[in-house]
């Protein structure tokens, strides 16, 4: 229905930025909300950031708050998070998401999430 694929992920040093990109396809109207979720060994899957599929203010994680900038294209469907002064606990496995739900988007739990990519992994060297 929806598939996702990111990119851009790689090994950055601390303070370097990085630009994750997420292309979507398929049935893509269905969508309400896109999402960046996160995950390092040994830790839960946690959310980044997240926007509305129609636009409007984004939300972030108030440990990337400041720091990353989630943005999408609607032309090109797709999402972007913009990764400046990466700290070595950035490094995780990065998913992109959408959701067919009417949930509130602001809410980064990422369970109700509908499709995922298959990830991009980001690697921060201190």
């Known amino acids: 229905q929806v598939q996702l694929v990111e990119s851009g992920g790689g090994s950055v040093q601390a303070g370097g930025s990085l630009r994750l990109s997420c292309a979507a396809s398929g049935y893509t109207d269905r969508t309400t909300c896109m999402g960046w979720f996160r995950q390092a060994p040994g830790k839960e899957r946690e959310g980044v950031a997240s926007?509305?599929?129609?636009?409007?203010?984004?939300y972030y994680a108030d440990s990337v708050k400041g720091r990353f900038t989630i943005s999408q294209d609607n032309a090109k469907k797709t999402m972007y998070l913009q990764m400046n002064s990466l700290k070595p606990e950035d490094t995780a496995m990065y998913y992109c998401?959408?959701?067919?739900?009417?949930?509130?988007?602001?809410?980064?739990?990422?369970?109700?999430?509908?499709?995922w990519g298959q990830g991009t992994q980001v690697t921060v060297s201190s």
């Open positions: 998401a959408a959701s067919a739900s009417h949930a509130w988007c602001g809410d980064l739990r990422g369970w109700w999430y509908s499709w």
């Open positions: 926007i509305d599929s129609s636009g409007g203010a984004p």
